[in-house]
């Protein structure tokens, strides 16, 4: 796919990873569609965005969770570009607990069930109703897209995060069967999968536990947040690439 005025729609576009991917779209050209909760750092991100040379970028406060407002959502974006031309399925949290904790043979705490909803609202069910409705648009405005969904190294299942671990085993499962059932309409979807990245939460951290996150990893340092960027947007333009999973981990594996 040549980048240059298509629409690439970024969930979580706001900050992190999915503001390092929208200014790298925008400086190949790319048109953008930013989702987001936080409407301060939607409106940063849009202003590099456009500083990097897209010349037409859009925000859209939108919760993934609700599919009228998603159904919505894609019809605006449809509607105000014209097309749907990729998507990045990135918005995500974390709630993380042990599934169930014991002192002394007494249960002193446990997964809560909003824990584990939460998240899997988000980041499952939220992937499935982007996902659907960019490939409708995709399909119905004859544009031959790509779906990514940001999966993680915790999809092979870590400590503390079986919600988390779950859905992220989850959106990449989601990728290969998308890349099967939409191929016939010349859509693509992949997944990549990124290990500890430099973002504000990691860079956050004191330094001790940094260091010590950092000397578990083969490569020595945590990730650029625009190497996951640079990724994404080799998927978009490799009009080959479609049903795998890229892992971006620093050959760190859980």
């Not at 069930?113 to 609202?121: A, F, S, Y």
């Not at 998308?178 to 504000?200: L, M």
Request: net charge negative; proline share 2%.
């Amino acid at each position: 796919m040549e980048l240059r005025e298509k629409t690439i729609v970024i969930t979580g576009g706001g900050r992190g990873l999915g503001a390092a991917m929208a200014t790298r779209l925008a400086a190949a050209g790319a048109r953008l569609a930013l989702v987001d909760l936080d409407p301060e750092s939607l409106a940063k991100t849009q202003e590099a965005c456009l500083a990097a040379g897209s010349d037409k970028v859009e925000t859209y406060e939108v919760n993934v969770t609700q599919e009228d407002a998603v159904v919505d959502l894609f019809d605006r974006i449809h509607t105000e570009f014209g097309s749907v031309d990729g998507l990045v399925n990135n918005a995500g949290i974390t709630r993380d607990a042990l599934t169930l904790k014991y002192k002394d043979g007494q249960q002193v705490a446990k997964m809560s069930m909003e824990q584990w909803q939460l998240v899997i609202d988000v980041n499952l069910t939220g992937v499935f109703l982007c996902g659907r409705e960019a490939a409708a648009k995709m399909i119905e405005g004859g544009s031959k897209g790509c779906i990514i969904n940001i999966s993680s190294i915790s999809r092979a299942g870590n400590m503390g995060q079986v919600n988390y671990s779950a859905t992220k085993a989850g959106v990449q499962a989601m990728a290969v069967v998308w890349a099967k059932e939409f191929a016939r309409y010349g859509i693509r979807a992949a997944s990549v999968a990124p290990g500890f990245i430099g973002t504000d939460m990691v860079m956050a951290m004191k330094p001790e536990a940094r260091e010590k996150l950092t000397n578990m990893i083969p490569a020595r340092r945590v990730g650029d947040p625009d190497e996951i960027a640079s990724t994404v947007q080799f998927i978009l333009e490799n009009d080959y690439v479609s049903g795998r999973c890229f892992e971006i981990d620093g050959a760190l594996r859980l």
